[in-house]
């Protein structure tokens, strides 16, 4: 795989307006999550503007990749990338959350074209991403199955029963991305339910696991291309994130969890995300 | 007119009511409930939002964060249950009694487990999140098992002493609760005891043309509405039912008698809520003309509480359509 330096550095300018727009988004909305949606914004311009397979002129085409965001409460980001490929109209975006609106406070399948599924509900995403992969093999279909899921829904038995399951399976058409920003709402993952090691957890259910830099795009692509090349199992990515990268005040703070920014905070944001361009590799701090 | 015996607020129909979340009341029974040593409080991952922080603070030692995992929650309150404490799990409604439902059902009713559940965020109020986590089927999950009492507070006040009651009694009780800040219509020397209903608003004359009955904060359009019709000459009663299992059977039919006509209000579905409870019971014992305020078959979506109260049809206007299109059918 080579990916040109240019494009890099496309894909962190493109992740940085992505942040922008969330804080704007957020503002205007005035409630909403903030930490989860920064954090993601690195891997989500990666899969939208490289990885995946998709049309926003014709999202249900039939071979399209197939993204679930399973941790629902960070789609402002999803819906960022989604009207930044051409999805709806920018203009949208500041709907986020309001009457009427398509941008629903949780993604609706059936409100916006280019959600796959509803979510919001934790610790569902994984199954019916396996739904979604073995359906795919019965129909001898060549599209992959990319699961987001956050480290705070693996509390959910139902995400474990999934984990085992695709193991199972094998299900080698399936790539799973763990937001592992170490925040849930009640405080650090460690303190409020320790998953680690949780490598050895997925390597246990018979999954090949990756760990990568979830701000450094280069890796995170390999990592990517290296699932597709893994045939006898699922892989799942831990993407060490974040939380509200981007936005010092926002960085690693759990309380940013669920809370949007005031007028003020999103002025200070803007200004620090501006200043930062495109370049916000985490080796450069 | 404002059934005095009641000592409601002052501030009611105001204009500047004094505003609390029920949560909030919640929390602060949860305080009182504390008291007893064999009380304890399990959250699932959201301690501040459904107001277990108080508690945390107080008794750390009788508190428990399992993480998001409703059901692991559920099957470990009952194991307590079984075992002298008096567990109280939170998580929102959507979820809890949403998805742990069977783990109710089986491990703490069946298994007569002394759970207190209490399902946050109800209702169409939880607002700019969107239907994933508005709940509208909570009171029909709970009320259509056996052995587990429902309880739907009206007001912060009352959600505390519904909290402190459930802890009261012996045996698994649901507890209904909501995220915004709605008006305080009781004081603290309103009477609750479960298995109890309450005329809030009563007829200035002998003769009343309508039950409107219902729970929860959305009843404050019923006695917008009940205040309004009486300029009409159209006189109500509003009965509060905070306590949908057990119902008071007796204080319901006894008006309805009178009345010969019901309105149901209620911010869950219509469909096997308090509409649902009430009128399984008139069908039995005295079948009136009746209408029924709550959502019709759809779910919710964002917006402000106002906005969708406007679209659901919840307002107190549509509470007078409903009104004036039962006594219709009363006469006809
Ligand atoms: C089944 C379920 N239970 C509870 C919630 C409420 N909730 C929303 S986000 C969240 C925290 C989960 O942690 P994580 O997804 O890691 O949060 P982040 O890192 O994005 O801050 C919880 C408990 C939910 N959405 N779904
Ligand atoms: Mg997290």
């Given at each position: 795989?080579?990916i040109?330096?240019?494009?890099?550095?496309e894909l962190?300018s493109?992740?940085?307006?992505?942040?922008?727009d969330v804080i704007?988004m957020?503002?205007?909305?005035?409630?909403?999550?903030?930490a989860?949606?920064?954090?993601m914004?690195?891997?989500?311009?990666?899969?939208?503007?490289?990885?995946?397979?998709?049309?926003?002129?014709?999202?249900?085409?039939?071979?399209?990749?197939?993204l679930?965001?399973?941790?629902?409460?960070?789609?402002?980001?999803?819906?960022?990338?989604?009207a930044?490929?051409?999805?709806?109209?920018?203009?949208?975006?500041?709907?986020?959350?309001?009457f009427?609106?398509?941008l629903?406070?949780?993604?609706?399948?059936l409100?916006?074209?280019?959600?796959?599924?509803?979510?919001?509900?934790l610790g569902?995403g994984?199954s019916?991403?396996?739904?979604?992969?073995?359906?795919?093999?019965l129909?001898?279909?060549?599209?992959?199955?990319?699961?987001v899921?956050?480290?705070?829904?693996?509390?959910e038995?139902?995400?474990?029963?999934a984990?085992?399951?695709?193991?199972?399976?094998?299900?080698?058409?399936?790539?799973?991305?763990i937001d592992?920003n170490?925040?849930?709402?009640?405080?650090y993952?460690?303190?409020?339910l320790?998953?680690?090691p949780?490598?050895d957890?997925?390597?246990?259910?018979?999954?090949?696991?990756?760990d990568?830099?979830?701000?450094?795009?280069?890796?995170?692509?390999?990592?990517?291309?290296?699932?597709?090349a893994?045939?006898?199992?699922p892989?799942?990515?831990i993407a060490?994130?974040?939380p509200?990268?981007?936005?010092?005040?926002?960085e690693?703070?759990?309380?940013?969890?669920?809370?949007?920014?005031?007028?003020?905070q999103?002025?200070?944001?803007?200004?620090?995300?501006?200043?930062?361009g495109?370049?916000?590799?985490?080796?450069?701090? | 007119m404002?059934?005095?015996?009641?000592?409601?607020?002052?501030t009611?129909?105001?204009g500047?009511?004094?505003?609390?979340a029920?949560?909030?009341?919640?929390?602060?029974?949860?305080l009182e409930a504390?008291?007893?040593?064999?009380?304890?409080?399990?959250t699932?991952?959201l301690?501040?939002?459904?107001?277990?922080?108080?508690?945390?603070?107080l008794y750390?030692?009788r508190?428990?964060?399992?993480?998001?995992?409703?059901?692991?929650?559920?099957?470990?309150?009952?194991g307590?249950?079984?075992?002298?404490?008096?567990?109280?799990?939170?998580?929102?409604?959507?979820?809890?009694?949403?998805?742990?439902?069977?783990?109710i059902?089986?491990?703490c009713?069946?298994?007569?487990?002394?759970?207190?559940i209490?399902?946050?965020?109800?209702?169409?109020?939880?607002?700019?999140?969107?239907a994933?986590h508005?709940?509208?089927?909570?009171?029909a999950l709970?009320?259509?098992?056996?052995?587990?009492?429902?309880?739907?507070?009206?007001?912060?006040?009352?959600?505390q002493?519904?909290?402190?009651?459930?802890?009261g009694?012996?045996?698994?009780?649901?507890?209904?609760l909501?995220?915004?800040?709605t008006?305080?219509?009781?004081?603290k020397?309103?009477?609750?005891?479960?298995?109890?209903?309450?005329p809030?608003?009563?007829?200035?004359?002998?003769r009343?043309?309508?039950?409107?009955?219902g729970?929860?904060?959305?009843?404050?359009e019923?006695l917008?509405?009940?205040?309004?019709?009486?300029?009409?000459?159209?006189?109500?009663?509003?009965?509060?039912?905070?306590?949908?299992?057990?119902?008071?059977?007796?204080?319901i039919l006894?008006?309805?008698?009178?009345a010969?006509a019901?309105?149901?209000?209620e911010?869950h579905?219509i469909?096997?809520?308090?509409?649902?409870a009430?009128?399984?019971l008139?069908?039995?014992?005295?079948?009136?003309?009746m209408?029924?305020?709550?959502?019709?078959?759809?779910?919710?979506?964002?917006?402000?509480?106002?906005?969708?109260?406007k679209?659901?049809k919840?307002?107190?206007?549509?509470?007078?359509?409903?009104?004036?299109?039962?006594?219709?059918?009363?006469?006809s």
């Open positions: 795989m080579y040109s330096h240019a494009r890099i550095k962190y493109t992740a940085n307006q992505l942040r922008q704007g957020l503002e205007s909305a005035g409630s909403g999550h903030s989860g949606p920064l954090g914004a690195d891997i989500m311009s990666a899969f939208y503007f490289y990885i995946l397979n998709h049309d926003p002129k014709d999202p249900s085409y039939d071979e399209r990749d197939r679930i965001l399973s941790n629902g409460h960070i789609c402002p980001i999803q819906y960022a990338a989604l930044r490929s051409g999805y709806f109209p920018l203009r949208k975006l500041k709907t986020l959350r309001s009427a609106s398509p629903q406070g949780h993604p609706h399948r409100s916006l074209p280019g959600i796959e599924t509803t979510s919001g509900p569902s994984l019916q991403g396996i739904g979604v992969a073995l359906s795919a093999r129909d001898k279909k060549k599209f992959r199955t990319y699961v899921l956050s480290d705070g829904e693996h509390g038995g139902n995400t474990w029963e984990i085992m399951l695709a193991g199972k399976y094998r299900l080698n058409n399936l790539t799973a991305v592992r170490n925040i849930q709402i009640d405080g993952t460690e303190d409020v320790p998953l680690e949780l490598r957890k997925y390597e246990a259910c018979g999954w090949n696991v990756i990568v830099d979830g701000h450094n795009i280069e890796e995170f692509i390999g990592a990517v291309f290296e699932a597709k893994v045939y006898e199992k892989t799942v990515i060490h994130t974040i509200g990268k981007g936005v010092d005040f926002m690693r703070e759990y309380v940013w969890h669920g809370m949007p920014p005031n007028k003020k999103a002025r200070e944001a803007l200004r620090q995300l501006r200043k930062l495109g370049k916000i590799k985490s080796e450069e701090e | 404002i059934h005095k015996a009641l000592s409601l607020s002052h009611l129909f105001s500047h009511e004094d505003m609390q029920l949560r909030d009341g919640y929390g602060r029974g949860l504390g008291e007893n040593e064999n009380v304890v409080v399990i699932a991952d301690e501040e939002s459904t107001r277990c922080h108080w508690f945390s603070r750390p030692d508190f428990f964060d399992v993480g998001v995992a409703e059901q692991n929650m559920a099957a470990v309150a009952a307590m249950g079984i075992s002298g404490k008096i567990p109280f799990i939170n998580s929102y409604a959507t979820f809890s009694p949403g998805r742990n439902w069977e783990q059902r089986t491990l009713a069946y298994n007569d487990s002394n759970v207190k209490a399902g946050h965020h109800a209702g169409l109020l939880t607002g700019p999140d969107g994933t508005q709940s509208l089927e909570d009171i709970m009320r259509s098992m056996a052995n587990m009492r429902v309880l739907v507070p009206l007001d912060a006040l009352e959600a002493r519904a909290t402190v009651a459930a802890a009694v012996r045996g698994p009780v649901y507890i209904r909501q995220r915004e800040k008006p305080v219509i009781t004081t020397d309103t009477p609750f005891q479960i298995g109890r209903a309450y809030l608003w009563i007829p200035k004359t002998k009343v043309d309508v039950v409107l009955i729970a929860g904060p959305v009843l404050h019923a917008k509405a009940a205040r309004d019709l009486e300029k009409k000459k159209i006189h109500s009663v509003v009965i509060n039912v905070p306590s949908i299992v057990p119902l008071d059977t007796k204080e006894s008006w309805v008698a009178r010969g019901v309105v149901s209000v911010e579905s469909y096997g809520g308090i509409g649902s009430i009128s399984e008139l069908s039995k014992k005295n079948p009136v003309p209408e029924f305020i709550g959502v019709d078959g759809q779910f919710g979506q964002s917006g402000t509480g106002y906005e969708l109260y679209q659901y919840l307002l107190s206007s549509d509470i007078i359509i409903a009104t004036q299109k039962v006594i219709k059918r009363k006469r």
